[in-house]
């Protein structure tokens, strides 16, 4: 049986009182000052967090334990409009770098501000060969569970 | 949403979210998600049947200990997890630049 259940992407939007220059620059060359710290997923808690600015450049941490955790690269690198990312850590929440989701974020002016739209999708690429994610939804209540969800959904939309 | 709203109910917890990603450094038992963490073991345990029935995390028996892990069934977790990160990533965004553009204004001439 090969039923792909698609999640849907994640879609953020938010207007901020600064011109898209500023907001793609704080988002960017800005990203340490701003990132969670309460948020990280490595093997320790996070010191620095770097953004390289430009097309090509890593993305990542630097961990209290001197080491780096990867997070991803940037696949455009469009100022001040456009910013594409990859972000290539699993459902197993491990970096891979064969992996890609995508987070897009795409500046715009609006009024004196800027509306800041973010979506990161290309998340059924996650995990969607993992032998967990398989056996469970073998498993009883992974299709049932993940089916009366879709049912759920399918109704919400009709 | 492709997926429930349990698990997005369950990670609007900021505790619940430090639990999971404890878990995400690998499976542990209760004292050993609790370690680090500002709150009381039971209260962890409470936090970690939320997360169970919402379907983020399993638990299995290991002798005396129970183990708790990510859900194999992960993406539900992650997606539910990225879908609150974001919210909380782009709220400090958002204060960070309007920090910045506040402080260039003050000291343009």
Known sequence: ?158 | MAYGNAAFTALSDPTRRRVLERLAEGPRAVGEIAEGLPVSRPAVSQHLKVLKDAGLVNDRQDGARRIYAIDPRGLGAMRAWLDQFWDVALVAFKAEVERAANDEKEDAP
Request: aromatic letters at 10%.
């Open chain 1, 1 to 158: 049986m090969s039923l792909a259940i698609k999640p849907a992407p994640v879609k953020k939007t938010l207007v901020v009182a600064a011109t898209p220059q500023k907001a793609f620059e704080v988002f960017t060359a800005g990203f340490d000052r701003w990132w969670p710290r309460s948020h990280s997923i490595g093997e320790a808690p996070l010191q620095t967090v770097v953004l390289e600015g430009r097309q090509g450049g890593r993305w990542y941490g630097l961990l209290e334990n001197g080491r780096e955790a990867e997070w991803g690269d940037v696949l455009a690198w469009e100022p001040p409009r456009r910013l594409l990312l990859a972000w290539r850590i699993g459902a197993d929440w491990k970096y891979d770098p064969a992996l890609l989701t995508e987070v897009e974020v795409v500046f715009m002016p609006e009024g004196e501000g800027t509306r800041v739209n973010l979506e990161h999708r290309l998340l059924e690429n996650m995990g969607a060969e993992g032998e967990g994610a398989r056996a469970s939804f073998d498993s009883e209540g992974g299709w049932t569970g993940l089916l009366q969800m879709f049912a759920a959904e399918a109704a919400k939309a009709s």
